[in-house]
């Protein structure tokens, strides 16, 4: 079977290599999954340049998101069966409930991730895949899509009609938190630069769409899309607090899901108080959180937006294809379409 590795986060594509390896034999509690494919979020470019901020360990096989096929199980490995259809979770301790440091432990960083042919993996770290989703279409939810269902329905607070969610631009994050409230009722805005991206999103059913590189202000927009309200909920994924506070509305929540570059920008506190919102900070997402947004998609028929499929011996080609910026929605890397060089090595 063949492995990518990287030699160390930091490393650059320079430091992405492709090695052979022996068939792994399942351990207790463990299935044996065949990689169908794996997708790229800017949390891969962050492990790639150095910049991420938890623990990668040297020679890690890297990118946390992938789907494949159950093939082989350990002893005791009784919640899955062979032939079952899963992902794996990013945090593969963190099952329900809210994050904890033991949770820490995470897929394509301290521990190895999925750019690989076959995968040992934990079976209570696994979950079934929703039945009408290929493999590549599977392969974009375990970071992005479980971020976003967070994002909205984490707090417990509830989403639905009458309600106006702003998503930031045409990344993974904001194009699944589009198309998940659309899906429960609300109002959706989105900000994007340039009218070719903002027809796409009022394609997947944005309502109103900013340009904010023709309107910059595009706080002020949202109030006059909502008679000067501001919005319910913000999934503010470039770090532009300050902007995020002046477009909600008052006792509102915004999502902070990160940030872009150098982006984020010291938080006015006094803005913050007067406009009664809650800022709740969301990192990806539990099992739990998982396995009831795949039911979700499932009940909704519901499909990722991808961008563009590269073969799994072009793995590098993926990366500087999502590197470049500019993609609207996912990178995915199919393992299922090999070269015949790689297929023989294999």
């Not at 900000?191 to 394609?203: D, F, M, N, Q």
């Amino acid at each position: 079977m063949l492995s990518y590795h990287l030699s160390h986060s930091g490393a650059g594509l320079s430091g992405l290599a492709v090695r052979e390896h022996d068939m792994p034999v399942p351990g207790p509690g463990q299935a044996l999954v065949a990689v169908r494919a794996t997708s790229l979020s800017f949390r891969e470019l962050m492990v790639l340049d150095g910049t991420y901020v938890l623990p990668v360990k040297p020679d890690v096989v890297p990118v946390s998101d992938g789907a494949g096929e159950v093939v082989a199980l350990g002893p005791g490995a009784d919640t899955v069966r062979v032939g079952d259809r899963v992902a794996a979770t990013l945090f593969p301790s963190w099952q329900d409930g809210p994050f904890a440091l033991e949770h820490l432990a995470q897929r394509g960083g301290s521990l190895d991730g999925l750019l690989t042919e076959f995968a040992l993996l934990d079976t209570d770290s696994l979950v079934a895949v929703p039945a009408h989703l290929s493999y590549e279409e599977a392969a974009t939810l375990p970071c992005v899509a479980v971020t976003a269902w967070n994002a909205l329905t984490g707090d417990g607070a509830g989403l639905g009609p009458g309600d106006t969610v702003v998503v930031q631009g045409s990344g993974g994050v904001s194009l699944f938190a589009l198309q998940f409230a659309k899906a429960l009722g609300a109002r959706v805005i989105a900000t994007t630069s340039g009218p070719a991206k903002a027809a796409r999103l009022r394609e997947l059913g944005a309502d109103e769409v900013v340009d904010y590189s023709a309107t910059p202000d595009w706080a002020t927009e949202v109030r006059t899309f909502t008679g000067g309200r501001g919005a319910d909920r913000i999934v503010d994924v470039a770090g532009l607090l300050h902007e995020s506070i002046r477009a909600i509305a008052l006792a509102g929540t915004i999502a902070c899901v990160g940030f872009v570059g150098n982006a984020a920008t010291p938080l006015d506190t006094g803005a913050l108080f007067a406009s009664g919102a809650t800022v709740r900070t969301v990192a990806v997402g539990s099992r739990a959180q998982f396995t009831a947004m795949n039911a979700f998609i499932g009940t909704h028929g519901l499909r990722p937006v991808i961008d563009r499929v590269f073969p799994f011996d072009a793995a590098a080609d993926a990366y500087r294809h999502y590197a470049a910026g500019g993609p609207f929605g996912k990178v995915v890397v199919s393992h299922s379409h090999a070269s015949p060089r790689a297929r023989i090595r294999g």
